[in-house]
């Protein structure tokens, strides 16, 4: 059953409501929504939510989606071998 809410990332269970409730209170920079609501930092990494949540800040803000950039692409802290990547085995 749907308790009405409208979730954008998946992986972390963030909604509409609560991104729309950030920017609001003019947090409209996606790598401090990013930090605060964890989104994109789910097993997808944002694969499925950073578009939606630029659509979201370009409708809020009367930006163009083009004009926001991405967030920043973080690499591994330590060195991962593909195999363990591509395999998801255990190092
Ligand atoms: S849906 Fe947001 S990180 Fe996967």
Redesign the pocket.
């Known amino acids: 059953m749907s308790d009405g809410k409208v979730i954008?990332?998946?992986?972390?269970d963030?909604t509409v409501e609560e991104i729309e409730a950030l920017i609001d209170k003019g947090v409209t920079d996606i790598e401090e929504i990013k930090r605060l609501l964890?989104?994109?930092?789910?097993?997808?990494?944002?694969?499925?939510?950073?578009p939606i949540v630029l659509g979201i800040l370009a409708r809020k803000t009367g930006r163009r989606q083009e004009e926001i950039p991405l967030p920043r692409a973080r690499v591994p802290i330590r060195p991962v071998r593909v195999e363990v990547i591509v395999g998801g085995t255990n190092e």
Do not use: F, H, L, S
């Open positions: 954008v990332c998946r992986c972390n963030v964890r989104i994109g930092m789910g097993p997808c990494q944002g694969r499925t939510c950073i």
